[in-house]
């Protein structure tokens, strides 16, 4: 865990000075329920049930749907400002609390209000700290040690993401005892600004190739015909006892289409059975918890 | 029947046998600007704005047959009326207006209504049936102004110049190298430009686009020293699969940001295991989405590329307007 002052960024929110303790961990005086601020923030947008689902869905989190919604920041926010809602809190209503939580958010940036709510809401900061530093959006490479592996995998299932069968998806399967266990994810397709996802040379004749080999429909995706292997190159790569696959990735990245694959050198091959990466070579190598030289 | 329908090809105009941005091969294309999604190979014919020519032959060969138009000039076809209106979205782009016995449609192909001082600035035009992308149609996109996002790319670059490590920008060859290119402080350093970037370059400048002064790398990286130019104060501007390739490698260590619309949302960010994400995008946001649809006066609005059944759904709860979903249109009529 990255406590503040070894992340000392240069667009940390100076609001943050304020509430460090000694060993550079934030306090917070005041607690305010995720519900309570979702309706504030909600209420002030005029966003709808359903289209804040969708906002949500997108976003990944509530937290960050919640930041974002609140549009531009207006600036111009100080320690002070913090400071006089403590100080007050308990003696003002519920419009007034609503009044300082909205003023606060709408100056700040979207990074900033990230962490404001999920510092009021009581939830852990560590992980957020680590993630962004307190400041902007960062990689995640420079702030932990990760693993990162290639693998041969091999295309199980796709989901479309729109109706033009521009943009897909990807699930991807290691192999397991005579089968393909799904593990991996990746995105393909045009990326709507002209470009393509995974930058690929030939990446628009595999959307072609996906949109002719969809097969029966599961839910929202599709399998294919399975006999296509890509090289990937995973980063962030842990072990994960909640993952199906007992590990996990952070990024998932298609360096090449294998294109056919029984002419391709595999050089991690299970058995003679295929030339898809087993996941039992995945576990073997990820460090276990035990050597990763983790503290508390 | 309407002047456009959906086809399984595209927006098609029957009138003026005239397809609108197509998916496949036809006769005659009107192609709103030159971004691979919008402009295919193989058409017999295009129709596109004066300033698209250059970057359309650069993309889709010298030889193809294309016919241009500048803005609020009009043709007709058969009757029909088509005249370009401007995007804003990159240069080049441009809406399609389209009249006929009466009935106006307006298909805008990508746009935003905020100008970046580039691209000549969208122009809001009255109509029946309005088409709107709806690439970040969620509230949650509503973009910055883009000076504050200059000034952010700046201060990046000039940091990492201090630190003598190069600074390498993701941006797709067209519109958004050349936007960036405008607003970047050379007083830092060179821009350096990727060879396909430079190729996109010399076509707008070309066709009348100034972006300031730029260094082409086509002939590679360990060139640049030869001629003086210092890399470790340079910012080099290269689409994201030039990082794949053995064309990066003389740079040793570098610091990597991208320019997006989805760098917004930090799970993007963390996609391409980018140092910085700034977000800038050439397509409108949340609030540029409605203000556009509803400057139209349109009640009829179709929308396609992207959330669009979100934004369709929320015009008609919100503005009770007729909108509906193109992809949905051209599904039916496909299994037709
Ligand atoms: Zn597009
Ligand atoms: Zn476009």
């Given at each position: 865990?990255?406590?503040?002052?070894q992340?000392?960024?240069l667009?940390?929110?100076?609001?943050?000075?304020?509430?460090l303790?000694?060993g550079g961990?934030?306090?917070?005086?005041?607690?305010v329920?995720?519900n309570?601020?979702?309706g504030?923030?909600?209420?002030?947008?005029?966003?709808s049930?359903?289209l804040?689902?969708?906002c949500?869905?997108?976003?990944?989190?509530?937290?960050?749907?919640?930041?974002?919604?609140?549009?531009?920041?207006?600036?111009?926010?100080?320690a002070?400002?913090?400071?006089?809602?403590f100080e007050?809190?308990?003696?003002?209503t519920?419009?007034?609390?609503?009044e300082?939580f909205?003023?606060?958010?709408?100056?700040m940036?979207?990074?900033?209000?990230?962490?404001?709510?999920s510092?009021?809401?009581?939830?852990?900061?560590?992980?957020?700290?680590?993630?962004?530093?307190?400041?902007?959006?960062s990689?995640?490479?420079d702030?932990?040690e990760t693993?990162?592996?290639?693998?041969?995998?091999?295309?199980l299932?796709?989901?479309?993401?729109d109706?033009?069968?521009?943009?897909?998806?990807?699930?991807?399967?290691?192999?397991?005892?005579?089968?393909?266990?799904s593990?991996?994810?990746?995105?393909?397709?045009?990326?709507?600004?002209g470009?393509?996802?995974?930058?690929l040379d030939?990446?628009?004749?595999?959307?072609?190739?996906?949109?002719?080999n969809?097969?029966?429909?599961?839910?929202?995706?599709r399998?294919?015909?399975?006999?296509e292997?890509?090289?990937l190159q995973?980063?962030?790569?842990e072990?994960?006892?909640?993952?199906?696959?007992?590990?996990?990735?952070?990024?998932?990245?298609?360096?090449?289409w294998?294109?056919?694959?029984?002419?391709?050198?595999?050089?991690?091959?299970?058995?003679?059975?295929?030339?898809?990466?087993?996941?039992?070579w995945?576990r073997?190598?990820?460090?276990?918890?035990?050597d990763?030289?983790?503290?508390? | 029947?309407a002047l456009?329908?959906?086809?399984p090809?595209?927006?098609?105009?029957?009138?003026a046998?005239?397809?609108?941005?197509?998916?496949?091969?036809?006769?005659?294309a009107?192609?709103?600007h030159?971004?691979?999604?919008?402009?295919?190979?193989?058409?017999?014919h295009?129709?596109?704005?004066?300033?698209?020519?250059?970057?359309?032959?650069l993309?889709?060969?010298?030889?193809?047959?294309?016919?241009?138009m500048?803005?609020?000039?009009?043709?007709?076809?058969?009757?029909v009326?088509?005249t370009?209106?401007?995007a804003?979205?990159?240069?080049?782009?441009?809406?399609?207006r389209?009249i006929?016995?009466g009935?106006v449609?307006?298909?805008?192909?990508?746009?935003?209504?905020v100008g970046?001082?580039?691209?000549?600035a969208?122009?809001?035009?009255?109509?029946?049936?309005?088409?709107?992308?709806?690439t970040?149609g969620?509230p949650?996109?509503?973009w910055?102004?883009q000076?504050?996002?200059?000034?952010?790319?700046n201060?990046?670059?000039r940091?990492?110049?201090?630190a003598?490590?190069?600074s390498?920008?993701?941006g797709?060859?067209?519109?958004?190298?050349?936007?960036?290119?405008?607003?970047?402080?050379?007083?830092v350093?060179?821009?350096v430009?990727?060879?396909?970037?430079?190729?996109?370059n010399?076509?707008l400048q070309?066709?009348?686009?100034?972006?300031?002064?730029?260094?082409?790398?086509?002939?590679?990286l360990?060139?640049?020293?030869?001629?003086?130019?210092?890399?470790?104060?340079?910012?080099?501007?290269?689409p994201?699969?030039?990082?794949?390739?053995?064309?990066i490698?003389?740079?040793?260590?570098?610091?990597l940001?991208?320019c997006?619309?989805w760098?917004?949302?930090?799970?993007?960010g963390?996609?391409?295991?980018v140092?910085?994400?700034?977000?800038?995008?050439?397509?409108?946001?949340?609030?540029?989405?409605?203000?556009?649809?509803?400057?139209?006066g349109?009640?009829?609005?179709?929308?396609?590329?992207g959330?669009?059944?979100?934004?369709?759904?929320?015009?008609r709860?919100?503005?009770q307007?007729?909108?509906?979903?193109?992809e949905?249109?051209?599904?039916?009529?496909q299994?037709?």
């Amino acid at each position: 865990m990255k406590s503040m002052n070894q992340s000392d960024r240069l667009n940390r929110p100076v609001w943050c000075d304020a509430f460090l303790d000694e060993g550079g961990n934030l306090i917070f005086p005041i607690k305010v329920s995720v519900n309570t601020m979702k309706g504030w923030i909600l209420e002030r947008t005029g966003i709808s049930a359903w289209l804040f689902i969708e906002c949500q869905r997108f976003a990944g989190s509530l937290n960050e749907a919640l930041a974002l919604l609140m549009g531009t920041s207006t600036g111009g926010i100080t320690a002070m400002v913090l400071q006089h809602g403590f100080e007050r809190w308990d003696t003002w209503t519920d419009s007034e609390r609503k009044e300082w939580f909205l003023f606060l958010l709408s100056a700040m940036e979207v990074e900033e209000r990230r962490l404001l709510m999920s510092l009021l809401s009581g939830r852990s900061n560590a992980t957020l700290i680590s993630k962004y530093g307190l400041g902007k959006i960062s990689s995640v490479r420079d702030l932990k040690e990760t693993t990162s592996i290639t693998v041969n995998a091999i295309l199980l299932y796709v989901r479309p993401i729109d109706r033009m069968n521009t943009q897909y998806e990807l699930t991807f399967g290691l192999y397991k005892e005579e089968g393909y266990t799904s593990c991996l994810r990746a995105m393909l397709g045009e990326d709507g600004m002209g470009g393509w996802l995974q930058g690929l040379d030939d990446e628009p004749v595999l959307l072609d190739w996906i949109t002719d080999n969809l097969g029966e429909r599961i839910g929202p995706i599709r399998s294919v015909t399975v006999s296509e292997v890509f090289e990937l190159q995973c980063d962030g790569v842990e072990l994960s006892k909640r993952h199906k696959a007992g590990f996990k990735a952070e990024s998932v990245r298609v360096l090449k289409w294998l294109r056919n694959a029984e002419n391709a050198i595999a050089p991690l091959t299970a058995g003679n059975q295929s030339m898809v990466t087993s996941l039992e070579w995945v576990r073997d190598f990820l460090p276990k918890p035990q050597d990763s030289g983790q503290t508390g | 029947m309407a002047l456009v329908t959906f086809t399984p090809l595209g927006f098609y105009c029957a009138q003026a046998d005239l397809y609108i941005d197509p998916l496949r091969k036809v006769s005659k294309a009107l192609v709103t600007h030159a971004h691979s999604d919008h402009a295919r190979p193989g058409m017999q014919h295009y129709l596109c704005h004066t300033q698209s020519v250059n970057i359309l032959k650069l993309r889709l060969g010298q030889r193809i047959s294309v016919q241009s138009m500048a803005y609020g000039e009009s043709v007709w076809m058969n009757g029909v009326e088509i005249t370009l209106f401007p995007a804003g979205h990159v240069p080049g782009s441009a809406q399609v207006r389209l009249i006929y016995k009466g009935e106006v449609w307006v298909i805008s192909g990508d746009y935003k209504t905020v100008g970046d001082g580039l691209t000549p600035a969208f122009e809001a035009v009255r109509c029946h049936h309005f088409v709107t992308e709806s690439t970040f149609g969620l509230p949650i996109f509503q973009w910055r102004d883009q000076q504050t996002v200059f000034d952010d790319i700046n201060a990046w670059w000039r940091e990492n110049a201090s630190a003598g490590k190069p600074s390498v920008l993701l941006g797709y060859s067209l519109g958004k190298a050349q936007r960036i290119l405008k607003y970047l402080d050379r007083s830092v350093g060179a821009v350096v430009c990727h060879g396909a970037i430079a190729a996109s370059n010399i076509a707008l400048q070309e066709s009348g686009f100034d972006f300031g002064e730029w260094k082409d790398a086509s002939g590679g990286l360990a060139s640049l020293q030869d001629r003086g130019i210092r890399t470790e104060e340079s910012l080099i501007v290269c689409p994201p699969n030039a990082l794949r390739s053995s064309w990066i490698s003389p740079l040793g260590r570098y610091s990597l940001a991208n320019c997006s619309g989805w760098m917004a949302v930090s799970k993007s960010g963390d996609w391409g295991g980018v140092d910085r994400g700034f977000v800038l995008s050439d397509h409108a946001d949340w609030p540029q989405l409605l203000e556009a649809v509803l400057a139209t006066g349109a009640e009829h609005v179709h929308v396609t590329h992207g959330f669009s059944e979100v934004l369709s759904r929320y015009l008609r709860e919100t503005h009770q307007l007729n909108a509906d979903v193109v992809e949905k249109g051209m599904l039916e009529m496909q299994g037709e």
